[in-house]
């Protein structure tokens, strides 16, 4: 049984409660670490108003200070191993990266992973949250094709450590096709640079599968994926819901490869 999460959200972004109080509730359930990562969704173009908007490298860096300030406060306080990073939503452009690189090299961090949350086109003037999305919705080929395209890039690019809910696109039913070479792709350049994954219990909880689900876990199986299972907890409550069965998954289809950042 795990006794760890490396992702899960504070109210430095969308979850409901402090970084105090989920280290302090993490501590309750006998967990080892816990790793706080709020959303990081840097871009020049960000026309979101979510709380965690940046649309300036300025922005970016402000944000980030501030949610390591608040996290070192914080696990001053509890007597459990605390890990900081940031669930990041990167994109393929020299632009983004380039202002990414001057964001790292001013601001602190444990490891960092990448989740693709958005759809986007080639030239990131236009991006789409998976979440919104349905099997009912029609999307260009340009928007589908950078799913599997922007998560290549993001195992290339060497900054992230693992990659969060990998097979979100496929829950939502809107590909037109299987994926199945960029599946394979992604997956082999994984197991060339060593690049962990998650089980994440986030739409289990909610009555939906784990991502990534059974099926693909079995395609990711041959190649030695390095796995954790995480939470995305956006509340105290949700801390190591489903973990029990998680396990269970794991051990039915016998993926014994797994990881603990802590123990890195
Ligand atoms: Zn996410
Ligand atoms: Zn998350």
Not at 10 to 35: C, Y
């Given at each position: 049984?795990?006794?760890f999460?490396?992702h899960c959200?504070t109210?430095n972004?969308?979850?409901?409660n402090?970084p105090?109080e989920m280290?302090?509730?993490a501590?309750e359930l006998?967990f080892?670490s816990i790793?706080?990562?709020?959303h990081?969704?840097?871009?020049?173009?960000?026309?979101?108003?979510?709380p965690?908007?940046?649309?300036?490298?300025?922005?970016?860096?402000?944000?980030w200070?501030?949610c390591?300030?608040?996290?070192?406060?914080?696990?001053?306080?509890?007597?459990?191993?605390?890990?900081?990073?940031?669930?990041?939503?990167?994109y393929?452009?020299a632009r983004w990266?380039?202002?990414f690189?001057k964001?790292?090299?001013?601001?602190?961090y444990d490891y960092?992973?990448?989740?693709?949350?958005?759809?986007?086109?080639a030239?990131?003037?236009?991006?789409?949250?998976?979440?919104?999305?349905?099997?009912?919705?029609?999307?260009?080929?340009?928007l589908?094709?950078?799913?599997?395209d922007t998560?290549?890039?993001?195992v290339q690019s060497?900054?992230?450590?693992?990659?969060?809910?990998?097979d979100?696109?496929?829950?939502r039913?809107i590909?037109?096709?299987?994926?199945?070479?960029e599946?394979?792709?992604?997956?082999?350049l994984m197991?060339?640079?060593?690049?962990?994954?998650e089980?994440?219990t986030?739409?289990k909880?909610h009555?939906?599968?784990f991502?990534?689900s059974?099926?693909?876990?079995?395609?990711m199986?041959?190649?030695?994926i390095?796995?954790?299972?995480?939470?995305d907890?956006h509340?105290t409550?949700?801390?190591g819901?489903?973990?029990?069965?998680?396990?269970?998954?794991l051990?039915?289809?016998g993926?014994t490869?797994?990881i603990d950042?802590?123990?890195?």
């Amino acid at each position: 049984m795990s006794n760890f999460t490396y992702h899960c959200h504070t109210t430095n972004s969308d979850g409901k409660n402090t970084p105090l109080e989920m280290m302090q509730r993490a501590k309750e359930l006998g967990f080892k670490s816990i790793g706080i990562t709020d959303h990081f969704s840097y871009h020049p173009n960000n026309d979101d108003h979510s709380p965690w908007d940046m649309s300036t490298v300025d922005k970016a860096i402000d944000y980030w200070l501030k949610c390591y300030d608040k996290v070192q406060q914080a696990a001053a306080q509890v007597d459990i191993k605390v890990l900081f990073g940031f669930e990041v939503d990167f994109y393929k452009s020299a632009r983004w990266r380039s202002d990414f690189e001057k964001i790292l090299a001013r601001c602190p961090y444990d490891y960092l992973l990448t989740s693709t949350h958005y759809l986007r086109n080639a030239d990131e003037s236009k991006r789409i949250s998976i979440f919104h999305t349905g099997p009912n919705g029609t999307y260009e080929d340009e928007l589908l094709d950078s799913f599997w395209d922007t998560t290549a890039a993001a195992v290339q690019s060497g900054y992230f450590d693992f990659i969060g809910h990998m097979d979100l696109f496929e829950h939502r039913g809107i590909a037109k096709k299987a994926y199945t070479d960029e599946k394979a792709r992604v997956f082999e350049l994984m197991q060339r640079v060593h690049m962990a994954a998650e089980l994440n219990t986030g739409a289990k909880r909610h009555g939906a599968l784990f991502y990534p689900s059974e099926t693909f876990l079995k395609e990711m199986l041959p190649y030695d994926i390095s796995l954790m299972v995480n939470d995305d907890a956006h509340s105290t409550e949700q801390l190591g819901t489903c973990f029990d069965e998680a396990e269970d998954l794991l051990a039915r289809i016998g993926y014994t490869n797994r990881i603990d950042l802590a123990q890195k």
